[in-house]
């Protein structure tokens, strides 16, 4: 772990160096990517509606899109005023993205919104929560991996977009 701090820091990786500060962040990080959700959510449960038929199941239509979008949508009012905002984002990670795909409505925000609920999953401390049960901070160093994960996933995906451009026909002829 001292190689990996060392290499960081000739990298020029930002340091951590008040935990505190950065658990703030990560607070008002989840409650600003809660709200996000809870519109996405919502505007997606509330046309689900119109736009599915419903799932026959046994015997009776429901509509399975919109309650699983007011799910989603329960789930980021959860991360918005921190009840239980570890779970729900744990369970926001595993369940959006395939909620995005299910519904025709993936692109890049799901795909780079899994590893930021992972992110804060892992971070929270219990800061700007309705329960007020703060944790002790993560130290420095956990965030820095975190903060680390997050760059190299990113920068992976902004890799495969490039690669992605460069093999698209409409891309290439200069249609989009």
Not at 6 to 17: S, T, V
Not at 117 to 131: F, R
Not at 152 to 157: I, V
Request: aromatic fraction near 12%; glycine fraction near 8%; hydrophobic fraction near 55%.
């Amino acid at each position: 772990m001292r190689f990996l701090s060392k290499a960081l820091d000739r990298a020029g990786f930002p340091r951590i160096d008040d935990p505190e500060a950065e658990a703030r962040k990560v607070a008002v990080l989840r409650v600003v990517v809660g709200l996000l959700l809870a519109w996405r959510s919502g505007v997606i449960a509330y046309d689900a509606v119109y736009y599915f038929d419903p799932t026959s199941l046994m015997g009776r239509p429901l509509p399975l899109e919109a309650i699983a979008g007011w799910m989603q949508c329960a789930l980021a009012w959860g991360l918005v005023f921190g009840i239980v905002p570890r779970t729900c984002a744990v369970l926001l990670m595993l369940t959006h993205a395939a909620f995005s795909i299910w519904t025709g409505t993936y692109n890049l925000g799901p795909m780079l919104l899994v590893p930021i609920l992972g992110a804060m999953a892992v971070l929270d401390s219990g800061k700007l929560t309705v329960h007020g049960r703060v944790r002790q901070p993560p130290p420095a160093a956990a965030f820095r991996a975190v903060y680390l994960i997050l760059f190299l996933a990113y920068a992976g995906w902004s890799f495969q977009a490039v690669l992605y451009h460069v093999r698209d026909p409409y891309w290439i002829e200069g249609r989009t």
